[in-house]
């Protein structure tokens, strides 16, 4: 190994949870295989700028039609049951089809621009308005991928999101449909451009492949970080660290989190 | 039917004269000398025809109203000389047309609207000239027309229906499905087969592409990503606009409402109340279906999403 393998561990790759690990497990096992090499230096940091530039996530969200509960899970409390054999997929589509429209509105305006500038009309055309500062979830896209009642399957772009706030999603959803209906998995496939197909399985968590994740992922995330951080965008300062994410969280982690043996 | 019953036979003829056929009281009109020569007369006659069977009504467009500003598209009220006839300069000038009177057009007109002293005329046909406008032109509100005496200004006022150009790829597949004219600008919604309607917008004010775009003789599109167009949707089309005096309106057929232009009063309906310098949606709680504008307020029919 030496200190030649050790620079290339600078950077950031993915890495694939199965549903129902906590992360801090999997964080913990990827650290014993690369038997308590220090963590990834200077990925730490880009991981930070990466969270400073907003980028979007892909979810896929899959809900059962029928019934409410507390927490929006399916093994929730359950609060009430209803009918839902008037829901089409027609109707889907248009409650949707709002969401996303009171989305896009949002997006505007919790970006603070000003709209009576010339360069906020380009960047709305240019599709790139986005907030660069703390706002509460914002759905890019969303539409409906499957429906076969009561089940049905979303895909969701989104910002700033919760794994509570996609399950509140799915419930809100059920009710502009005039029934209920509960969140049954949330499956992250895309964070920024790090993809699924990018993401190591539990097979590969050894220290070339992740080389060979870091290098193959360096250039992205240079060019996508600078596309985003560029001047003329409003840039904040380092916000607090902390995505709140549930137990059961979303199935992939970017790779080596904060404070991993630094 | 006495008439007939004497051209089958006369021994018919004899059984119908009964009581109330007597020759006496009764006389065919034209003095014919009997009413068998008479039936035969005009049997010969030939029969015109006006209209066939199958014939199909024709389009007319009709105007009336004050004809100065040339809105009217006649341009032999304004400026008699240039009308037919020998001695057509001799004419009055026709300050009102107070009656509907007939514009003589080749094509036919599928949607006209007024603007503030100027008309415009749209025609679903597929050839490279859709739209005409005939009036106030000062604003560029009907566009360029080049004037022949100097060639370097437009007409300000366009006395009969000149085409309006529109920047088309490919004008042979458009069809411009409505035409829209508020105070000083006008809107128009073309449908490309294969389905990309666009909006160009052309005159003067806020126009929608920008607080920089304040005038423009020559239609501008604007982007359908204003109109909600994404990855995640490639399918949106405009399917409906309306101009109200200084600002605009269009449906999606996503069910979507946006709108632009200057915020008198809040006709705008988005929360705020300054002027909305491109398209933006207008949220309810329900999905629009037709629109109206006025000058300062708008009113929307809508259907609840469920």
Redesign the interface.
């Known amino acids: 190994m030496g200190s030649a393998g050790l620079s290339r561990l600078h950077g950031l790759f993915a890495v694939y949870k199965p549903p129902g690990l906590k992360w801090k497990h999997l964080r913990d096992t990827v650290e014993l295989q690369l038997l308590k090499v220090l963590g990834v230096g200077h990925g730490c940091r880009l991981l930070t700028d990466m969270y400073n530039a907003h980028l979007t996530k892909d979810y896929t969200v899959r809900g059962l039609l029928g019934k409410a509960t507390d927490d929006f899970r399916e093994d929730g409390r359950l609060v009430e049951k209803t009918t839902y054999d008037h829901v089409t997929r027609e109707k889907l589509d248009r409650i949707l089809a709002v969401i996303q429209g009171s989305h896009q509105k949002a997006l505007v305006m919790y970006s603070n621009l000003d709209l009576k500038t010339q360069e906020a009309y380009e960047m709305a055309v240019r599709g790139l308005i986005r907030p660069m500062n703390k706002s509460p979830m914002l759905i890019t896209g969303i539409r409906c991928l499957y429906f076969a009642p009561p089940e049905f399957l979303l895909e969701v772009q989104c910002m700033h999101e919760t794994q509570k706030e996609l399950r509140k999603l799915v419930h809100e959803i059920g009710l502009e449909l005039k029934t209920t209906a509960v969140c049954t998995q949330v499956r992250r496939t895309r964070d920024g451009f790090f993809t699924l197909d990018s993401a190591l399985l539990r097979t590969q968590w050894d220290l070339t492949n992740i080389q060979d994740a870091i290098r193959a992922a360096t250039p992205q995330v240079a060019a996508e970080l600078e596309k985003s951080l560029s001047p003329g965008l409003d840039t904040k300062q380092l916000p607090s660290p902390g995505w709140s994410w549930d137990s059961q969280g979303p199935s992939s982690t970017l790779g080596l989190e904060r404070g991993a043996g630094q | 039917m006495a008439l007939v019953a004497l051209v089958a036979g006369a021994r018919l003829g004899r059984r119908l004269s009964g009581p109330g056929l007597g020759r006496g009281h009764w006389t065919a009109a034209g003095r014919s000398r009997s009413r068998r020569e008479a039936a035969e007369a005009e049997a010969e006659v030939p029969v015109v025809q006006y209209v066939g069977e199958r014939a199909a009504r024709a389009d007319r467009v009709f105007v009336w109203g004050f004809s100065f500003s040339g809105a009217l598209g006649v341009p032999s009220f304004v400026v008699p000389s240039s009308g037919p006839g020998p001695r057509a300069g001799a004419r009055p000038r026709r300050r009102i047309q107070p009656v509907p009177y007939r514009l003589e057009l080749d094509q036919k007109i599928s949607s006209a609207a007024c603007g503030y002293g100027f008309t415009l005329l749209s025609s679903k046909t597929a050839d490279v000239t859709k739209v005409w406008g005939m009036g106030l032109n000062k604003d560029s509100q009907l566009g360029f027309h080049r004037s022949r005496k100097d060639k370097t200004r437009g007409y300000e006022y366009v006395l009969e229906p000149s085409p309006v150009s529109l920047p088309l790829d490919r004008p042979q597949e458009t069809r411009v499905l409505q035409v829209s004219c508020g105070r000083a600008h006008s809107l128009v919604l073309t449908d490309r087969e294969g389905g990309e309607g666009h909006v160009f917008v052309w005159g003067y004010g806020i126009l929608g ?4 775009l304040v005038e423009s003789a020559v239609p501008e599109m604007i ?1 359908p ?2 109109f ?1 167009l ?4 490639p399918e949106i089309q405009v399917s409906r606009i309306r101009c109200g005096l200084s600002h605009f309106a269009a449906l999606t057929n ?3 409402l946006f709108v632009w232009g200057k915020n008198i009063r809040g006709c705008l309906g988005i929360g705020r109340l ?5 398209p ?2 207008v ?1 309810m709680p329900g ?1 629009p279906v037709d629109v109206a504008c006025g000058v300062d307020h708008m009113v929307t029919l809508a259907k609840s ?2």
């Open positions: 592409k920008g607080p920089n982007p990503t204003l909600g994404t990855e995640f949707n996503k069910g979507e300054e002027d909305q310098y491109f933006w949606r949220t999905e999403f469920i």
